[in-house]
């Protein structure tokens, strides 16, 4: 197979008729434990996986953006003096969004030469494995270098958030970013969505013979962006009731109280946030102590809490999760931001052929679209390739 920095090359040599100055790329990322946290000022465990969004890039004379990406069939162009949000829509949001985030956080726009763009990628989209964090870092590392703006790593995620946030209009967090920017091979990141302070974790997973598959179910419900816009109004107005400044005030302990001042939705959607903040720190030590072979209950817990307290589960990834599990999956969960998309189960190497046939099955039988179902390893973050 080849590389999708190959094919982010090629592309661009054959659309622009010239090779590019060079390539850049940044990782999905997988969550392993952390879902809907992130706004809430709380932990998460992301980690970059093997799938790449890859951006090549040469600059031009003029202060012409133009982009295109194998994804869609279209040439975007706009000229550097006009990039503002209202300007922005469809998938060209994303990187000429970041062009003008960067510009918001610093950067000089009036002083810098326009580019050409050309994006491929091998991150299923949709899928909730972040391509959208993908694109957008990989867009940031290549005009950070190229414009010479020195802004660090932190500042490049901020700006693909800003970027998703503004220009495309998602009111998502910062956990996608970060993963694609930091990520390390055979580590996860932890994250303090509040400090923004993170530390790379050991996965141990190869050493301990285990491996963590994804289970993309390639179901995306419409509800999928009220559905979080939503959840985040129940955890703001949890908060706002309790008289604390996010959820991440609330401690497991504190939830008895909880549930006397809240209405029970509310309330079973701020304990998916409490528990799952106090889960994000038990995996973080029980992957020091024990190793990942120890995570599995954990695991398992957190997807309960998103299916029956927080309830954004869908019928297939709930299918994935038990079939996996009752086939030797030490746990499994979906992860991402809900109402489809992927689960993932944490399984013995050795066992990787059984589950697949099992849950293929499985999905059969309930005559559900098969299932895409692929191992993914902690890898980079995002660089420059070439
Ligand atoms: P996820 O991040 O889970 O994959 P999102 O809905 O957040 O899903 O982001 C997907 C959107 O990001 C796509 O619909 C498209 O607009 C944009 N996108 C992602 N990857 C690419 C790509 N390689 N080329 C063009 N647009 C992309
Ligand atoms: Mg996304």
């Not at 465990?45 to 869609?72: G, N």
């Not at 994303?94 to 491929?120: K, M, N, R, S, T």
Request: proline share 4%.
């Amino acid at each position: 197979m080849s590389d999708i920095r190959d094919d982010a090359e090629r592309g661009f040599h054959a659309l622009y008729g010239a090779p590019p100055d060079g390539i850049w790329s940044a990782p999905g990322r997988v969550n392993l434990i952390g879902e809907h946290t992130d706004y809430n000022g709380g932990f998460v465990l992301p980690f970059a996986i093997d799938r790449r969004t890859a951006a090549a890039l040469a600059l031009r004379d003029d202060r012409l953006i133009r982009v295109a990406s194998a994804f869609a069939d279209e040439l975007v162009e706009i000229d550097l003096g006009e990039l503002s949000p209202e300007h922005l829509s469809g998938w060209s949001a994303y990187p000429l969004g970041v062009a003008w985030a960067l510009g918001q956080l610093g950067a000089d726009l009036a002083a810098v030469p326009g580019v050409e763009l050309f994006i491929d990628s091998d991150v299923p989209v949709g899928a909730g494995l972040s391509s959208s964090a993908a694109i957008e870092c990989a867009v940031a590392v290549a005009l950070n270098e190229v414009w010479h703006l020195g802004l660090d790593k932190s500042a490049l995620a901020r700006a693909g958030q800003l970027a998703e946030n503004t220009a495309v209009g998602a009111p998502t967090g910062i956990m996608d970013q970060t993963a694609s920017m930091l990520g390390e091979p055979g580590a996860a990141i932890f994250l303090d969505c509040r400090s923004l302070h993170s530390q790379l974790v050991a996965l141990g997973l190869d050493e301990a013979g285990l491996e963590i598959l994804v289970i993309d179910t390639g179901t995306t419900h419409n509800l999928a962006e009220s559905g979080y816009r939503e959840r985040r109004e129940s955890c703001e107005r949890a908060a706002h009731t309790l008289g604390i400044a996010s959820l991440r005030d609330l401690t497991v302990a504190g939830l008895a109280h909880a549930r006397e001042v809240l209405d029970d939705t509310t309330f079973r959607r701020a304990r998916h946030v409490v528990t799952e903040n106090q889960r994000v720190r038990d995996v973080v030590r029980v992957l020091a102590t024990e190793g990942p072979g120890s995570i599995g209950d954990i695991l398992d817990a957190s997807h309960r809490s998103m299916r029956d307290d927080f309830e954004i589960s869908t019928p297939e990834l709930n299918l994935a999760v038990e079939t996996a599990v009752s086939n030797g999956a030490l746990g499994a969960r979906m992860t991402g931001g809900g109402f489809g998309g992927a689960a993932i189960a944490l399984v013995p190497q050795a066992g990787e052929s059984l589950l697949r046939v099992a849950i293929d099955g499985a999905f059969a039988e309930h005559g559900y679209q098969q299932p895409d179902i692929f191992g993914v390893v902690a890898s980079v973050g995002a660089r420059r390739d070439t």
